[in-house]
């Protein structure tokens, strides 16, 4: 296993962080040195002068919290945020359009998001508390036909959501790991305990706002 380091993406994403705390979030990254740091798009460029040469990512989000965008928006966004520097983007899935069986229109969602990233890695948050086990499975399965890079559990976002699950993130990573795909566990990952058994169930990296208490234990 790597260093848990090495897994975590330390992120905020919160409405009301101000342009201190991401510095803050930032110079905490470069300190343990985690693999990424994950916030909104209109930070790209400042996260990416901040993290210079320090080796940690620039992941940002995209059609978030609730995926609900029109694709065309949603790939003008992820142009942008590649434009304004971003090392990986974190797509919402569209609920929606999976609740109601539409996988053509996930599947082409999916695919022009990532025509936009080029070759910037594209993680497609599945937003698993709203989604079935074989609906899981379902948007795993799309989101390798659509090619994206990694599938993502959670925004954090869905209230009174429990986030990245054990066996979500073991099924997932079930699904896609034939097919080349990474898998990202994101939401309710706040203790080293957590942490540990995401990385057992599969996921390559950990979406936390708690990455110092993870890693001080």
Known sequence: MRN???YIEHTLLKQDATTEELKKLFEEAKKYNFRGCCINPGYVKLAKQELVGSGVKVVT???FPLGANKTE???FEASV???DGADEIDM???VTAMKDKNYDYVREDIKAV???CGTTPLKVILETDLLTSEEIKQACLISVEAGADFVKTSTGFVKNGVGAKVEDVKLMFETV???GLKV???GGIRDRETALKMIEAGAYSLGTSSGLKIVEG
């Open 114 to 116: 990532k025509i936009a």
């Open 4 to 6: 848990l380091e090495d």
């Open 184 to 186: 990202k566990a994101s």
């Open 177 to 179: 790991n034939p097919h």
């Open 73 to 75: 928006v949603k790939a």
């Open 81 to 83: 945020a590649k434009a």
């Open 61 to 63: 989000v995209i059609g």
């Open 92 to 94: 919402v899935l569209n």
